[in-house]
């Protein structure tokens, strides 16, 4: 079946550093990886999407790759903000059917001043 | 306008009562899904419906049992709620698209404290 593997948190980082969280998945077929961000107290927000090998999705300075070679689809900031603070979660949704979304952990982020 | 909306927001009750949720989208989409968020963040699909018929119904006791009257509206019912069943419930919707499905819309979620 499919399944998302993502880096356990908490982490930690200082304002204006770089972010990165690992994603790895398994699924057959072609999936859609995402990238969904829960703020605290808040419900989950698509933060970003791509739908085919080597597209690379991004929004307000996050970028993820879908690299269908290593199965990997990694979130990317270059400098982060206090306001980036939340819990990011990778997820696919396999093609075809009726297909659920499928979560990986959740890894949650902390900027510090 | 709010694309998928849950009430209530919060609920807190007695151990063995019934409860319900609501959740209403309109957004067109044809899918709905109730998800569970235990105390670690994590995500786990309880249900799918699509255009009314049950999809995916992953292992949940038969205490939960979803109703969706038309395509826009999935409820979620509770009997004889347990402490266990603490956690915040998320509603979402989705359009099938065949081969390219779409991203699922959450609400704001349900968070059940039950005492």
């Known amino acids: 079946g499919n399944s998302v593997t993502q880096m356990e948190g908490p982490v930690t980082l200082s304002e204006e550093a770089f972010l990165t969280i690992n994603c790895t998945y398994t699924a057959t077929g072609y999936p859609s990886l995402f990238w969904y961000v829960q703020y605290p107290g808040e419900g989950l927000q698509l933060l970003l999407k791509?739908?085919?090998?080597?597209d690379k999705g991004s929004n307000k300075g996050f970028e993820a790759t879908y690299r269908k070679e290593t199965t990997s689809f990694h979130l990317e900031k270059g400098s982060v903000q206090v306001s980036d603070s939340a819990v990011y979660f990778c997820?696919?949704?396999?093609?075809?059917?009726?297909?659920?979304?499928?979560f990986g952990i959740g890894t949650k982020l902390q900027v510090i001043p | 306008d709010t694309a998928v909306s849950q009430t209530p927001k919060y609920l807190v009750t007695q151990m063995g009562n019934d409860k319900s949720i609501k959740c209403e989208q309109n957004l067109g989409h044809d899918t709905m899904y109730w998800y569970k968020q235990d105390s670690k963040k994590f995500l786990k699909i309880m249900f799918s419906y699509n255009n009314k018929e049950l999809i995916i119904n992953e292992t949940v006791p038969n205490r939960f049992s979803p109703k969706s009257p038309d395509k826009a509206h999935l409820n979620l019912h509770i009997n004889s709620l347990e402490l266990g069943d603490s956690a915040v419930y998320f509603c979402?919707?989705?359009?099938?698209?065949?081969?390219?499905?779409?991203?699922?819309?959450f609400g704001q979620g349900t968070r059940l404290t039950v005492v």
């Open positions: 791509a739908t085919k090998a080597d």
């Open positions: 997820a696919l949704r396999n093609s075809g059917g009726y297909q659920k979304v499928t």
């Open positions: 979402a919707s989705s359009q099938n698209a065949g081969r390219m499905n779409t991203e699922a819309f």
